[in-house]
């Protein structure tokens, strides 16, 4: 039985050649980090005074999710109020 040529021709797009022996694989071994990239990985004293602190951040969520929950709740009464109301 033939076979559409619309169908041959999707799966000969479909196949994709293996890729060449020369190419490196994604994951490369490891290797240690240069002078620059060490320099620019240790701690700056300058931009010490910017850090967030961990706790203030937080807090800071929390009092964010709180917010967020009395509001929702707020909306929620306020629509069953209405609704119950106009009945």
């Known amino acids: 039985m033939a076979q559409p040529a619309f169908l041959s021709s999707l799966r000969s797009r479909l196949r994709t050649p293996p890729p060449p022996p020369h190419v490196q694989p994604r994951r490369a071994y490891h290797v240690e980090l240069g002078a620059r990239e060490?320099?620019?990985?240790?701690?700056?004293v300058a931009l010490k005074r910017f850090k967030s602190f961990k706790n203030n951040v937080k807090q800071?969520?929390?009092?964010?999710?709180?917010?967020?929950l009395v509001v929702v709740a707020a909306c929620s009464y306020e629509i069953v109020a209405l609704a119950t109301s106009t009945q």
């Open 38 to 44: 060490k320099a620019l990985l240790e701690e700056d």
């Open 60 to 68: 800071v969520s929390k009092i964010g999710n709180v917010l967020t």
